[in-house]
T-cell receptor
């Protein structure tokens, strides 16, 4: 079946880079996403990557996709306290079939 | 644009009570859905709709009803609330039916059933 796995927690110092990892099981996934959830708010789409891409960069965000290992990562450069949130990985693997991970809580230490 | 608006933000119900969680979007999105978020379980799909008059069940539909009479609105009904329905509920919409461009989420409704 489809499953998306993430580690639960990551702590980094302000100014360092953060790397949040995700593994998925469905090799037919077409799109993979990263969402950010701040306390008391809904999920906000950060970025997405097509399955035929290896990397996508958007300002401080870099997404890497390893299709062979079914591994997705989100790198945040120069992490700021405002980046503290829960980050969700999600995959689209069919018509209206979206599976979310359980989320990684990023704590940024000043 | 308001995006996706959910009301109420907080609600406490007694077991057996009924209520409707409201969701409205002003982006003319055809696709709308309801998720519940529980600790350690991520987001689970309850029901979804691909257009006015069309709804379908998601992963955890039991205890919930939906209808879609207009493109803008997608209410979620709890007919007889149970403590197991204590959760945070999110409504989401998408501009394409395949979900390729991601979802726009509302800010959520935190429901407690006592």
């Amino acid at each position: 079946g489809e499953d998306v796995e993430q580690s639960l927690f990551l702590s980094v110092r302000e100014g360092d880079s953060s790397v949040i990892n995700c593994t998925y099981t469905d090799s037919s996934s077409t799109y993979l996403y990263w969402y950010k959830q701040e306390p008391g708010a809904g999920l906000q789409l950060l970025t997405y990557i097509f399955s035929n891409m290896d990397m996508k960069q958007d300002q401080r965000l870099t997404v890497l996709l390893n299709k062979k290992d079914k591994h997705l990562s989100l790198r945040i450069a120069d992490t700021q306290t405002g980046d503290s949130a829960i980050y969700f990985c999600a995959e689209v693997h069919g018509y209206q079939k979206v599976t979310f991970g359980i989320g990684t809580k990023l704590q940024v230490i000043p | 644009n308001a995006g996706v608006t959910q009301t109420p933000k907080f609600q406490v119900l007694k077991t057996g009570q009924s209520m409707t969680l409201q969701c409205a979007q002003d982006m003319n999105h055809e696709y709308m859905s309801w998720y519940r978020q529980d600790p350690g379980m991520g987001l689970r799909l309850i029901h979804y709709s691909v257009g006015a008059g069309i709804t379908d069940q998601g992963e955890v539909p039991n205890g919930y009803n939906v209808s879609r009479s207009t493109t803008e609105d997608f209410p979620l009904r709890l007919l007889s609330a149970a403590p197991s329905q204590t959760s945070v509920y999110f409504c989401a919409s998408s501009r394409d039916l395949e979900g390729h461009y991601g979802y726009t989420f509302g800010s959520g409704t935190r429901l407690t059933v006592v």
